[in-house]
């Protein structure tokens, strides 16, 4: 393959998108200059420009979700990548096997009007699993200012007091019949239950599959 059959935009860039070889699932969409490009095809392993960082970044360099290139194609135009990899972990810094995670409804009701709030409140479900990623992150990578991080370094005794806590005010809020106060310890005890079925390595898919069953 030569670079010189592409077309880099008016930055030096080209859009690469990133798929499984092994289910041909989409994982991720990132840049490459032609250093990256160049890198990636020397080593095997996929290697981007940031936009953000100014700077070149393997990808898999700190979390160890590395992927091994098998295969490089260029679109009709040359001016977009498709790399076939083999993935290790996630993809997503979310720790999802894709960034492509979330999905729009479409709404098959041709006479019915578009209603943008309608829309994003169907994105709402997506808030735990979300928080349950970002959870779970913080677990892996430590943070120092992190609440979360705090409650992992100081045992399962911590964050396990703390779920026991929440959920007595959550009972006291709902015996005072204050709705304002019950909504909010309610957030709490879900958050810290969140923390808790992170450390013991449990998906939120299985509390769901556990809660159709009981239907």
Same mark, same amino acid.
């Given at each position: 393959?030569?670079?010189?059959?592409?077309?880099?935009?008016?930055?030096?860039?080209?859009?690469?998108?990133?798929?499984?070889?092994?289910?041909?699932?989409?994982?991720?969409?990132?840049?490459?200059?032609?250093?990256?490009?160049?890198?990636?095809?020397?080593?095997?392993?996929?290697?981007?420009?940031?936009?953000?960082?100014?700077? /070149?970044?393997? *990808? #898999? @360099?700190?979390?160890?979700?590395?992927?091994?290139? %098998? $295969?490089?194609?260029?679109?009709?135009?040359?001016?977009?990548?498709?790399?076939?990899?083999?993935?290790?972990?996630?993809?997503?810094?979310?720790?999802?096997?894709?960034?492509?995670?979330?999905?729009?409804?479409?709404?098959?009701?041709?006479?019915?009007?578009?209603?943008?709030?309608?829309?994003?409140?169907?994105?709402?479900?997506?808030?735990?699993?979300?928080?349950?990623?970002?959870?779970?992150?913080?677990?892996?990578?430590?943070?120092?200012?992190?609440?979360?991080?705090? /409650?992992?370094? *100081? #045992? @399962?005794?911590?964050?396990?007091?703390?779920?026991? %806590? $929440?959920?007595?005010?959550?009972?006291?809020?709902?015996?005072?019949?204050?709705?304002?106060?019950?909504?909010?310890?309610?957030?709490?005890?879900?958050?810290?239950?969140?923390?808790?079925?992170?450390?013991?390595?449990?998906?939120?898919?299985?509390?769901?599959?556990?809660?159709?069953?009981?239907?």
């Amino acid at each position: 393959m030569s670079v010189n059959h592409l077309e880099f935009d008016e930055d030096g860039l080209i859009p690469a998108i990133i798929q499984d070889i092994e289910t041909n699932e989409v994982l991720m969409m990132a840049y490459m200059n032609q250093e990256s490009l160049e890198n990636t095809i020397k080593s095997g392993r996929t290697c981007f420009w940031s936009r953000s960082r100014d700077e /070149l970044w393997w *990808k #898999g @360099e700190t979390s160890g979700n590395i992927q091994e290139v %098998e $295969e490089i194609k260029y679109d009709c135009d040359g001016d977009t990548l498709l790399l076939k990899v083999k993935q290790t972990g996630g993809a997503c810094h979310t720790g999802h096997k894709s960034c492509f995670y979330r999905g729009i409804e479409r709404d098959y009701d041709t006479e019915k009007e578009f209603d943008p709030e309608e829309v994003y409140n169907n994105l709402d479900a997506e808030i735990l699993d979300e928080l349950y990623q970002v959870i779970k992150d913080r677990k892996e990578n430590p943070k120092p200012d992190s609440y979360t991080s705090s /409650l992992y370094e *100081k #045992g @399962e005794n911590a964050f396990l007091k703390k779920v026991g %806590e $929440e959920a007595t005010e959550v009972v006291m809020a709902a015996k005072d019949s204050d709705q304002g106060e019950l909504i909010y310890e309610s957030a709490d005890l879900i958050y810290h239950l969140l923390v808790a079925l992170v450390y013991y390595d449990v998906e939120i898919e299985e509390i769901l599959k556990e809660l159709k069953e009981r239907r």
